[in-house]
């Protein structure tokens, strides 16, 4: 038996057992985390017709009547799934990123109940085995580099006591080619001012209502987040014909709202360019309104950093 915090999670037999996974992926060709299967649509004769333009990305929805967006969270519980035979396992993720936004520590979670007679994954078999089969059924822009067994109430949201993300920006006066997915580029002659960025940014952190930082719609009850540390640096050069300096945002918090990060990162840009004030900041805060902010910047600079547990 293994004792993992407060409860016991069997150690063989036919008991469940909950894993833990921790999660890298390239987020550009797909349609955020969140698994997505809305109704097929079908034209006026009654023919399904592809919901989403030609280059949507899409997978192979297993539910009658519906289609299904290319989201990690699909492929990846598509992937458990095989490797269990268990059709019914439910993956849950800790972070709904966006499409086109990338992560190196996603965290997400399954049970795995087995049945004896082949159904399933036991605690005996191994997490490093469940890994790397995992893997091998993995397409090439998502790959599982943790896994682990964890208590059985073990939540991937609810017991999240902190996130980390980095915003990176590409600056020069030639865009990026070979990892143009990766920052967002951008060109100032003399290039940010990230000593301004970092006083504006010392005015975001600690508890606050961040409703002038967060997209309308966002769906959630309060607007009031923690934000750790958050911080700006230069993160050295980019040589060649792409030359250019690459800049880095680094932001952690108990929670962040949706697009949080990519409107706070667009508010420190215009600190960086010049066309606002660290102080003037201060007032977008206070005044909580989203038309004050800095734009939502795109989401190929993003990428989830890593996701903490209270045990961490």
Not at 42 to 71: C, H, I, K, N
Request: charged share 20%; aromatic share 8%; with cysteine.
């Amino acid at each position: 038996m293994l004792d993992v915090g407060d409860e016991v999670v069997g150690g063989g037999g036919l008991e469940p057992v909950r894993y833990r996974l921790t999660v890298a992926y390239d987020g550009t060709d797909f349609c955020g985390w969140q698994k997505q299967e809305p109704l097929q649509p079908v034209d006026d004769q009654g023919v399904a017709a592809r919901a989403f333009s030609e280059g949507t990305p899409m997978m192979e929805s297993t539910r009658a009547g519906r289609v299904a967006l290319r989201t990690v969270q699909g492929v990846l519980e598509q992937a458990v799934r095989g490797v269990c035979r268990e059709p019914g396992i439910e993956l849950i993720g800790a972070s709904r990123t966006d499409s086109g936004v990338h992560a190196r520590g996603q965290v997400a979670a399954f049970t795995s109940r087995p049945d004896g007679r082949g159904m399933g994954w036991p605690g005996e078999r191994g997490a490093d085995r469940l890994l790397a089969a995992l893997n091998s059924r993995l397409p090439g822009d998502v790959l599982v580099t943790g896994a682990e067994r964890v208590r059985a109430g073990f939540d991937p949201i609810g017991d999240c006591v902190g996130k980390g993300y980095s915003y990176t920006f590409h600056v020069g006066r030639h865009r990026p080619l070979w990892d143009r997915q990766y920052v967002h580029h951008i060109w100032r002659e003399g290039g940010l001012d990230i000593s301004a960025m970092n006083a504006a940014a010392q005015v975001l952190i600690g508890e606050h209502d961040y409703a002038a930082f967060a997209a309308a719609g966002h769906g959630r009850l309060t607007t009031v987040r923690r934000i750790y540390d958050l911080s700006v640096r230069d993160v050295g050069e980019h040589a060649g014909y792409e030359a250019g300096v690459r800049v880095r945002i680094d932001i952690s918090g108990s929670g962040f709202l949706w697009n949080m990060v990519r409107i706070i990162a667009g508010t420190l840009l215009q600190v960086g360019i010049g066309q606002r004030t660290p102080g003037e900041v201060q007032g977008v805060l206070a005044g909580k309104e989203r038309s004050a902010a800095g734009p939502t910047l795109p989401a190929m600079g993003l990428c989830l950093e890593w996701v903490r547990y209270g045990e961490a």
